[in-house]
């Protein structure tokens, strides 16, 4: 590495556990309980979401599981998904979305 900072570490990653290149965006979301965004999908992006509250599913690709405050979840680029309220409270999350490689378009 060219620029060190005092906190950098030197490690092997394999290759399917990489993601998130550059971040391009970090969004704050909420969703009312009973509601879900509609199914989509990013074709030139992935996507990790932080659940900071609440509860709920989210179905990406054909796999669906639950989730609860503290989860990161992980959502490859050109995959669909939707994420579900099914609790009592308002889940709020940050979504943060990047380039697996720099080079994608």
């Known amino acids: ?23 391009t965006y970090v969004s704050l979301a909420q ?38 405050d503290g989860d990161i979840i992980y959502i490859p680029e050109r995959t669909e998904h939707t994420i579900t309220n099914n609790g009592e409270e308002m889940i709020e999350f940050l979504a943060f979305g990047g380039f697996m490689d720099m080079n994608s378009k």
């Open 31 to 68: 969703l009312q309980p009973t509601l879900s965004y509609e199914k989509h999908q990013h074709q030139d992006h992935e996507e990790l979401y932080y659940i900071i509250n609440g509860k709920g599913k989210i179905k990406i690709g054909e796999e669906e599981s639950q989730f609860r």
């Open 1 to 23: 590495m060219a620029n060190r900072t005092s906190g950098d570490i030197d490690v092997q990653v394999e290759e399917k556990y990489k993601c998130l290149k550059a971040i």
